[in-house]
């Protein structure tokens, strides 16, 4: 267990300085972009690319980190209607699908980002391998499986309170 426990806040660190430094890769970009365009009338035609990029990465990070907060949208209807150790096995249930999801999902992402036509893309301004814009798949739902991994192993132990 406390293998997890560290491991989701080792990960979540490394979510946060990630989001930050691409929350900051795109604003830069976009502004300059902006600047270049409609006030020295000569645009960056990369600009829109690596924004968006960086927007697509910082979502995958996001929705992880999502789910470490545990800040994610949810209808509680059901669970609402329960109380006890009844709650608390729906609970452990549902977390276990959510890890299910994340760990089938990561190994689809890991199979697709592998295959022979992903390495022979490129993007069309940067140029760059489409790998690396691919990358924020496999790397997000890795990282959304070990804080599912973790939430779902701490539901089990018999002292868990749900939420905390």
């Known amino acids: 267990m406390r293998f997890f426990a560290r491991l989701s806040d080792i990960v979540y660190r490394i979510e946060k300085f990630l989001a930050v430094i691409l929350l900051g890769v795109?604003?830069?970009t976009l502004i300059a972009g902006v600047i270049f365009r409609y006030f020295l009338n000569a645009p960056l035609f990369w600009s829109d690319e690596l924004a968006m990029f960086s927007?697509?990465?910082?979502?995958f990070?996001?929705?992880?980190?999502?789910i470490k907060r545990?800040?994610?949208a949810a209808v509680t209807i059901f669970m609402d209607r329960f109380s006890g150790r009844t709650r608390r096995v729906l609970a452990s249930i549902s977390l276990g699908a959510v890890a299910a999801f994340c760990l089938s999902f990561l190994?689809?992402?890991v199979s697709w980002i592998l295959s022979?036509?992903?390495?022979y893309e490129?993007?069309?301004a940067l140029q760059i391998p489409m790998f690396y814009p691919?990358?924020?798949v496999p790397v997000g739902i890795c990282f959304m499986s070990v804080h599912a991994l973790f939430f779902f192993i701490q539901s089990l132990r018999p002292d868990h309170k749900e939420g905390s």
Do not use: H, N, R
């Not at 927007?55 to 979502?59: A, E, L």
């Not at 022979?116 to 390495?119: A, G, Q, R, V």
């Open 107 to 109: 190994a689809l992402s």
């Open 26 to 28: 795109m604003t830069l």
């Open 55 to 59: 927007f697509v990465w910082i979502t």
């Open 122 to 124: 490129t993007s069309d």
């Open 134 to 136: 691919y990358l924020s």
């Open 116 to 119: 022979p036509t992903i390495s």
């Open 61 to 66: 990070l996001g929705g992880s980190m999502a």
């Open 70 to 72: 545990q800040q994610l």
